[in-house]
């Protein structure tokens, strides 16, 4: 039982340039999370998806897309990367969007050049 | 505007200290506060407080919420340098399609031996 697992854990990219960053949990999920942290700043949501199928905007989703592939996979695509998405990305779960107790990967650390 | 404040921002202990950090919060249609620790990587659950004055406890840590004072306080006692982290707060409110859980920025704790 992984609980919530990202790929990949370290990414350096060029300003334009496109990436995929995946997320899996095998908790039997139904809400998952995309959120990114920065110095001084917590962490901040950048799009969820209550359930397969459905995804909503954060607080702080432009520059971003994602994709519920299925229950156990949610991926967070950056199409263009700024220096300004610098950033670690964590991927959480959590059993409903009822249920605010997340679970979150190890993160994925994203430095844009 | 929803916000959640934590302070301090940044603590220095010795071992065998005892710590208060504190988080104070402004949420719409406030649901729970959770209390994160993280350490290396990824955030990890520590409490979920609902009710005013119920003190709930995990070994040396233990929390309580006032939900009139809007704010919460975390103790550890007889700190480790394992407890060596960065405790987050959130606090999650009830919204219209999303039940949003705001995170603050963190406190950052370190014990010296």
């Known amino acids: 039982n992984a609980g919530v697992t990202q790929t990949p854990k370290f990414q350096v990219l060029k300003t334009g340039q496109s990436m995929t960053l995946q997320c899996a949990q095998d908790?039997?999920?139904?809400?998952m999370y995309w959120y990114r942290q920065d110095p001084g700043m917590g962490l901040r949501l950048i799009y969820y998806?209550?359930?397969?199928?459905?995804?909503d905007k954060g607080e702080v989703p432009n520059g971003y897309n994602v994709s519920r592939l299925n229950k156990r996979e949610f991926s967070l695509r950056l199409e263009s990367a700024a220096p300004s998405q610098t950033s670690v990305y964590f991927c959480?779960?959590?059993?409903?969007?009822?249920?605010?107790?997340?679970?979150f990967g190890p993160g994925t650390r994203l430095l844009v050049l | 505007e929803d916000k959640v404040v934590q302070s301090p921002l940044s603590l220095v202990v010795h071992e065998g200290d005892t710590v208060t950090l504190n988080c104070s919060y402004e949420v719409t249609n406030f649901r729970s506060l959770l209390w994160y620790k993280q350490e290396k990587k990824a955030p990890t659950f520590l409490f979920m407080l609902t009710s005013s004055g119920i003190e709930k406890k995990s070994g040396r840590l233990s929390s309580i919420l006032d939900k009139k004072e809007l704010f919460s306080i975390l103790n550890i006692t007889a700190t480790q340098t394992g407890d060596s982290a960065v405790y987050l707060c959130?606090?999650?409110?009830?919204?219209?399609?999303?039940?949003?859980?705001?995170f603050g920025p963190g406190t950052s704790l370190s014990v010296i031996p």
């Open positions: 998806s209550a359930s397969e199928g459905t995804t």
């Open positions: 959130a606090v999650g409110g009830m919204g219209t399609s999303y039940d949003k859980v705001i």
């Open positions: 908790m039997n999920h139904n809400s």
């Open positions: 959480a779960s959590s059993v409903g969007l009822s249920r605010q107790t997340q679970y």
